[in-house]
């Protein structure tokens, strides 16, 4: 996937999402921050209830009622999202930038058939005649590999399986050619092969669109196959980013590796040897947190942590959240080799 081009397409600056409950402000999401380019894959990793799901929703305009949004700068193509109107907001998503979400069986409507979901997005933002609707669903499930793709439009979500539904969300989320896609987790209820494929099929039509894609994730094992960029949540925050390359070769950050050391590496890991884990639990996101959120499981902790913790950076892009200034060494996972290797990014 080529980076020639470095032109903004979606630009975040101190997101924050806050969210009402009876015991308190529940934080969700503190003081983010990341730019993803077009032709980019951005791949947020972080464990379950991270933030994740939050950043992505607060970037579509998608949050629950409850939910309050706070950013210095939300820009989609160097137009405001912050302050848009709702109405401007509504024709810019699953135009402009578009959301393949977690579970295609709850995102797609039981009770209309997959054509009548597909055509409606595209009549609705181009304008277009429902015969010139039904041609462009009928292009796009071809391109995300359905066959027979003409008979599937009267088909209703039930009759497909689960492969299948993920690539009637992918098609659907291209109708428009949109300039960014959020990808939730789209191959989590999937089995290994059909995963596989998904992924595969995401990157090829990233490559061959120039779309910025921010994927999301937990499995670190996609991350390297397909990402160009990495952020690394914990506990509602971003405490690291950079190249695929920077931060599995060489994390910044003590979470970072410790995820990083959970996952068994072929040739490297001795058959029945203990993996790595992470002690402890994750904080509570209720009330203001003191200082880094990981230093209550982190080996390294010192009274310094308990201050709050600023964003470092190096010469060639790698952001990390930490008072330790060396790398934190780990093995590299298979797909992640160079700084800007020829794996990194790719689906194979």
């Not at 980019?40 to 994740?52: A, R």
């Not at 291209?174 to 990808?183: E, K, N, V, Y």
């Not at 695929?244 to 040897?273: E, K, M, N, S």
């Not at 008072?323 to 060494?329: G, H, I, Q, S, T």
């Amino acid at each position: 996937m080529s980076q020639d081009v470095a032109e903004p397409v979606l630009e975040v600056e101190r997101l924050s999402v806050d969210i009402a409950t009876p015991r308190g402000t529940l934080h969700a999401v503190r003081d983010l921050s990341f730019t993803v380019n077009r032709g980019e894959t951005l791949c947020i990793v972080g464990e379950s209830g991270c933030g994740k799901s939050m950043t992505s929703l607060a970037i579509m305009g998608l949050l629950p009622r409850a939910a309050t949004r706070r950013v210095g700068a939300l820009r989609l193509l160097g137009e405001d999202l912050a302050g848009a109107s709702s109405r401007r907001v509504n024709a810019l998503r699953g135009n402009r930038m578009a959301m393949i979400f977690q579970e295609p069986m709850t995102a797609l409507n039981p009770a209309w058939t997959i054509g009548e979901q597909l055509t409606e997005v595209y009549r609705h933002h181009r304008k277009a005649s429902a015969a010139q609707a039904r041609d462009r669903a009928v292009e796009l499930l071809a391109k995300v590999g359905i066959a027979s793709a003409s008979e599937r439009l009267v088909q209703y979500p039930h009759q497909l399986s689960g492969g299948l539904r993920q690539r009637v969300m992918i098609a659907m989320a291209l109708m428009c050619g949109p300039d960014l896609l959020i990808a939730d987790e789209p191959s989590t209820a999937l089995d290994v092969t059909i995963q596989a494929q998904i992924l595969r099929l995401l990157a090829d039509l990233q490559r061959d669109l120039g779309i910025a894609m921010v994927l999301i994730t937990h499995d670190l094992g996609v991350v390297a196959r397909i990402a160009h960029r990495v952020a690394v949540m914990y506990a509602g925050e971003g405490v690291e980013e950079g190249t695929a390359a920077q931060v599995f070769g060489a994390p910044r950050h003590p979470y970072t590796r410790g995820l990083l050391d959970c996952i068994p590496v072929p040739g490297r890991t001795a058959r029945g040897a203990l993996l790595g884990n992470i002690p402890g639990t994750v904080p509570s996101l209720i009330g203001d947190m003191q200082g880094c959120g990981f230093k209550a499981r982190c080996a390294h902790a010192s009274a310094q942590c308990a201050q709050p913790i600023e964003l470092r950076h190096d010469d060639q892009g790698h952001r990390w959240r930490c008072v330790l200034e060396a790398p934190v060494d780990t093995l590299l996972p298979p797909g992640a080799q160079g700084a800007q290797g020829s794996s990194v990014g790719s689906s194979s």
